[in-house]
């Protein structure tokens, strides 16, 4: 067949070049458009966001925190000067024998209360009461030689010697009597003064040596209350002042005495004074040897800022108090809030607190709540009452 008499091919050549693709850049662009548009809606959103969080925590502020408030008092504080101690006895002693000897009778109870004199325990004494009733019989016999004697020598029947020798004689009997008395004495241990007995520390048979403790005995009506001071504070105390004490027995409770002895000299290697105040002790609850906790009082200083003692954060960053200040809306409403104030602290009296420096007197403060706050922020009063002062404040 002949390819150009076919009449249904054109001329055109068979092989026919394709059309050309749409160019790279074009999706470049498109791509580009895009990521532009979605980054601009993320910072437009994000900005919203942040602003729609702004207004939100402007327009809902938190409720003020209750809290108890109290107000910042100038007053006259007690001067106190506080240290520990102990308790000690006026008299106290272990009763012992004088001599040896072996114990015949007990003729007292353990605990019992004695008084000055009364008979404790008889040693054996049966040899110097045989003495003693020889040295009677011979003082007897001196006696009647005596009175013959100075008869004779009144009526010139008789020399002076034989009466000086009779005297001798009776003499010498009744120094032998006064001899055996005091040995018997010493069998029969008496109470030195009056007091409390304590345990029993003998049995009856038992062969005492010279020395060894038979019981305690303890006058409790007086004790002495030994307890030191610095060096510092030694230029304050004067005998006669009030001291009170305070025991771990009877918690609560407050004895007086008054100092009447300062040592004196300081120790060298403390620095300190030994001070000694005597307290009377009628129900005799207080005991030798009690730890006790004084407290002298001096003369009043003049008046200080106080303030609760749980208005004050005690912090390694110094001591403060939350302060109450009112603020003035444009509202014209007022409100409270509380101000972080450092302030410089004294002693502790009684549930309080000295103020050195950083408040004035009528400041309100918050007294209870402060851990809830923070500095500036808004408080309400509590109608609640500040709690009391406890029973037991701690120890100044």
């Given at each position: 067949?002949?390819?150009?008499?076919?009449?249904?091919?054109?001329?055109?050549?068979?092989?026919?070049?394709p059309k050309r693709p749409v160019r790279p850049v074009r999706w470049f662009i498109i791509v580009g458009?895009?990521?532009?548009?979605?980054?601009?809606?993320?910072?437009?959103?994000n900005s919203f966001r942040g602003q729609m969080i702004k207004q939100f925590f402007a327009n809902n502020?938190?409720?003020?925190?209750?809290?108890?408030?109290?107000?910042?008092?100038?007053?006259?504080?007690?001067?106190?000067?506080?240290?520990?101690?102990?308790?000690?006895?006026?008299?106290?002693?272990?009763?012992?024998?004088?001599?040896?000897?072996?114990?015949?009778?007990?003729?007292?109870?353990?605990?019992?209360?004695?008084?000055?004199?009364?008979?404790?325990?008889?040693?054996?004494?049966?040899?110097?009461?045989?003495?003693?009733?020889?040295?009677?019989?011979?003082?007897?016999?001196?006696?009647?030689?005596?009175?013959?004697?100075?008869?004779?020598?009144?009526?010139?029947?008789?020399?002076?010697?034989?009466?000086?020798?009779?005297?001798?004689?009776?003499?010498?009997?009744?120094?032998?009597?006064?001899?055996?008395?005091?040995?018997?004495?010493?069998?029969?241990?008496?109470?030195?003064?009056?007091?409390?007995?304590?345990?029993?520390?003998?049995?009856?048979?038992?062969?005492?040596?010279?020395?060894?403790?038979?019981?305690?005995?303890?006058?409790?009506?007086?004790?002495?209350?030994?307890?030191?001071?610095?060096?510092?504070?030694?230029?304050?105390?004067?005998?006669?002042?009030?001291?009170?004490?305070?025991?771990?027995?009877?918690?609560?409770?407050?004895?007086?005495?008054?100092?009447?002895?300062?040592?004196?000299?300081?120790?060298?290697?403390?620095?300190?004074?030994?001070?000694?105040?005597?307290?009377?002790?009628?129900?005799?609850?207080?005991?030798?040897?009690?730890?006790?906790?004084?407290?002298?009082?001096?003369?009043?200083?003049?008046?200080?800022?106080?303030?609760?003692?749980?208005?004050?954060?005690?912090?390694?960053?110094?001591?403060?108090?939350?302060?109450?200040?009112?603020?003035?809306?444009?509202?014209?409403?007022?409100?409270?809030?509380?101000?972080?104030?450092?302030?410089?602290?004294?002693?502790?009296?009684?549930?309080?607190?000295?103020?050195?420096?950083?408040?004035?007197?009528?400041?309100?403060?918050?007294?209870?709540?402060?851990?809830?706050?923070?500095?500036?922020?808004?408080?309400?009063?509590?109608?609640?009452?500040?709690?009391?002062?406890?029973?037991?404040?701690?120890?100044?």
């Amino acid at each position: 067949m002949n390819i150009v008499a076919e009449h249904k091919i054109s001329g055109e050549p068979i092989d026919k070049a394709p059309k050309r693709p749409v160019r790279p850049v074009r999706w470049f662009i498109i791509v580009g458009l895009l990521l532009g548009a979605l980054v601009g809606g993320l910072v437009w959103f994000n900005s919203f966001r942040g602003q729609m969080i702004k207004q939100f925590f402007a327009n809902n502020k938190p409720p003020p925190v209750s809290v108890s408030a109290a107000e910042a008092k100038s007053e006259v504080v007690p001067n106190l000067l506080t240290a520990v101690g102990e308790l000690a006895a006026v008299h106290q002693v272990n009763v012992t024998a004088d001599v040896n000897g072996r114990v015949t009778e007990i003729k007292f109870e353990p605990g019992a209360h004695v008084e000055e004199g009364t008979p404790l325990v008889q040693l054996f004494d049966a040899p110097e009461q045989g003495d003693l009733a020889n040295f009677k019989a011979q003082a007897t016999v001196a006696q009647l030689s005596l009175d013959r004697a100075k008869q004779l020598a009144s009526r010139q029947f008789g020399p002076q010697a034989t009466v000086d020798s009779a005297q001798a004689a009776y003499d010498q009997a009744q120094a032998g009597i006064a001899k055996t008395e005091a040995l018997i004495s010493q069998k029969l241990v008496r109470a030195p003064f009056s007091g409390d007995l304590g345990v029993r520390k003998v049995e009856v048979g038992q062969y005492l040596t010279a020395g060894t403790a038979i019981v305690s005995l303890t006058d409790l009506s007086v004790l002495w209350a030994n307890f030191t001071v610095t060096e510092k504070d030694s230029g304050n105390l004067k005998v006669g002042q009030v001291v009170r004490l305070k025991v771990d027995a009877y918690p609560g409770r407050i004895f007086e005495g008054k100092i009447t002895t300062i040592e004196p000299q300081i120790a060298s290697d403390t620095r300190n004074i030994r001070v000694q105040a005597t307290i009377a002790n009628p129900d005799k609850i207080l005991k030798p040897g009690m730890f006790v906790t004084t407290t002298v009082v001096l003369p009043d200083k003049p008046p200080v800022i106080t303030v609760p003692e749980t208005s004050v954060d005690y912090t390694l960053y110094g001591d403060s108090v939350f302060v109450i200040t009112e603020k003035h809306g444009e509202d014209g409403k007022t409100s409270l809030s509380a101000v972080r104030t450092f302030v410089q602290t004294g002693n502790r009296v009684e549930g309080r607190v000295e103020i050195l420096k950083g408040l004035k007197p009528g400041d309100k403060v918050v007294a209870v709540g402060q851990l809830k706050l923070q500095s500036g922020a808004s408080v309400a009063i509590s109608t609640d009452p500040t709690p009391a002062v406890p029973a037991q404040p701690p120890r100044y």
